[in-house]
Structures are given as structure tokens and as C-alpha cells.
């Protein structure tokens, strides 16, 4: 297509998108509790926007697992049981083990590097104080090394796992000093990628999600 100088006019985000974007942030912040009951008129009243937008949003987040209806009632954020916590764990420590060594045989530089951008955003994060951001660029790390490792299948599984994950995740960032904790265990995830090191990648891995896991059991007693 030829160009005339003109700038792409910017496609602008519908009602429905910008409420979802809001109930989203909200679920994974924890400013909602998962034992309170929402309803459509509420939320309608608390965005200032028709319950029409607040339905569609709420429809895609319940298919998503963010949310489930409580008939006669309204919706509630899911909330993940300890036996779920525990598959969702196991999974993950699977499907991210394999990626890793597969990962490791051949490692390029470039890969590396595309790795430690992704902790230096997470340290802005911790500068911000911006957990959300922090969370979504920590999702991305996990991905990326099953992007370059080609395990698309197991990529996908994962991607299915993303939101129950996103759901115990922001309880495990809010004990102090657990975020730079974080950075330094994917540091050395990384390192051990770089020295073509699978077993010892997999083995920091898997350290790393029991840590999370052990942190978000506590904080779930605690409460």
C-alpha cells in the first residue's frame, strides 16, 4: 500500500474494554476481595458506566476462570483451593524443567540478553512500586523460555495456567523483599542457561516456584 504521509488513526478502546482492563487489574491487585459478592449494578455504579459494558466484561472473565457466578447472587474472583495451588505448582515445575533443558543445549546470546532486559524492567518495576507490572513482566520470563525452547504445546498449557497463576501470585509479592528475591533467582536461572547448565537451571527453577508456593501456603494461614 502506498504511503501519503498519513499517520494510522488509533483504534480507541471500547466501554466493555476499558471495564474489563479495570475488573482485571482489580482482581489481580487483590483491592477485591474473594469473598465479597459483586453485582452488575455495583460495579455499574462504582466505574459510572451502564451495566451493559460491566456484563460483557464480567462474561469474558468468567470464561477466563478470573471470576464465577454465585446463582441469585452475583460473581466472586475464584478463589484457588490448596490442592489446586499444589497441581497448579507441580505443572508448572514440569512444563518449565523441560523447556530449560531443552532451552539450554543451545542457548544463543541474543536469547540471554532478551532474558536480562526482562529482569532490569522488573527492578523499574520495584522502583515504581508497580506490582502489577512486575507480575505481567514475571509471566513473561516464565514464557519466553518456552518460546525459545519451541515447547509450543506446553507454551500453551501454560498460557492456560496464567490466570490461576496470576491469582495466588500478587499474595506471594506482598511479603517484603520477596520481588528482589524474584530477580535474583531468575539472575541465576539465566546464569545457569548462559553456562549451558540445564540441570542446574531446572534445579534454581524449580527452588524458585517451591519458595512462591511455601510463601503464598504461609500468607493463606496466616489469614
Known amino acids: 500500500m502506498r504511503n501519503i504521509g498519513m499517520k494510522p488513526v488509533a483504534k480507541k478502546r471500547t466501554t466493555k474494554e476499558i471495564v474489563y482492563d479495570e475488573l482485571r487489574k ?3 491487585s487483590g483491592s477485591i476481595s474473594s469473598k465479597e ?40 474472583v475464584r478463589q484457588i483451593t490448596e490442592g489446586e495451588k499444589e497441581q497448579i505448582m507441580f505443572l508448572r515445575i514440569s512444563i518449565e524443567s523441560e523447556g530449560l533443558r531443552k532451552l539450554a543445549v543451545g542457548v544463543k546470546p541474543e536469547q540471554i540478553e532478551i532474558l536480562r532486559n526482562i529482569i532490569e524492567k522488573q527492578k523499574q ?14 509471566q513473561k520470563f516464565h514464557r519466553q523460555i518456552l518460546k525459545f525452547s519451541n515447547q509450543n504445546v506446553l507454551s500453551q498449557i501454560l498460557q492456560d495456567l496464567y490466570n490461576l497463576t496470576r491469582l495466588i501470585g500478587h499474595h506471594a509479592l506482598m511479603k517484603t523483599g520477596r520481588m528482589e528475591e524474584v530477580i535474583d533467582e531468575h539472575s541465576i536461572v539465566i546464569d545457569a542457561l548462559e553456562q549451558r547448565d540445564g540441570e542446574e537451571a531446572v534445579s534454581v527453577m524449580a527452588q524458585h516456584l517451591e519458595r512462591t508456593k511455601e510463601i503464598v501456603k504461609a500468607g493463606s494461614e496466616a489469614r
Do not use: C, W, Y
Open 26 to 28: 482489580a482482581i489481580f
Open 37 to 76: 459478592i459483586l453485582t452488575e449494578t455495583m460495579l455499574a455504579d462504582s466505574l459510572q458506566t451502564s451495566r451493559t459494558p460491566v456484563r460483557e466484561a464480567v462474561a469474558s472473565l468468567i470464561s477466563e476462570g478470573l471470576l464465577v457466578h454465585i446463582p441469585r447472587k452475583g460473581v466472586q
Open 125 to 138: 518495576a520495584i522502583v515504581d512500586n508497580n506490582k502489577i507490572e512486575f507480575i505481567e513482566l514475571d
